[in-house]
């Protein structure tokens, strides 16, 4: 009888302890959640934050460049032409971010949150094959025709070597940052499919 209520009393007070050690594993599983969502939050306003600094230089480069370019020997269509693609760029960059909400990765729905970033990720490879080679393109062989036809000799020259610099220069800074941001939203999923298996 004795040891049938000692029994029964270490089998009571293991019970309590699996289920504070319950309570405890589900607690710190919660923390680890809120943990995983306050990263994506915070990658997916960095992703914001970019997008808005890139829509904001393009934008105040397309004005600017309508005004300089004649100045420096370049047709008023090329100026036109490079201006209205800043604008579009502009446009294009809110268009990608304008459902991308860094406040949804806290509380909002996982599977909408990784469709909105899955969505994101597409728009942002395609960018450079579909819009940004095709305008280098066109780009470069017009700044080439309209500086050779305004510039002669040593000039020329100068104008060709700075033009490849700032190519150079342009691009290493634009592909770092296409990197870096189609890391930022692989990184977001891998998050969002590990709070998808727990």
Known sequence: MINNDIDSKELREMKEQLALLTRQLEKEEIISKRMIRQAMKSKAYSLRRDAIIEGVICIILAPLYIWLAPLLGFSIYFSIFTALFLL??????YYMH???DPENFIDGNIVEVRKKTIKLKRQYAKW???FGIPFIIIFLVWFVYDVTHYYQG???KGVLVGGAVGLIIGGIIGLRQRFKTLRKTDEIIRQIEELEEE
């Open 98 to 100: 304008s459902q991308f």
């Open 88 to 93: 579009f760029a502009a446009y294009y960059n």
């Open 154 to 156: 040593e000039l020329l």
């Open 128 to 130: 450079l094959p579909q």
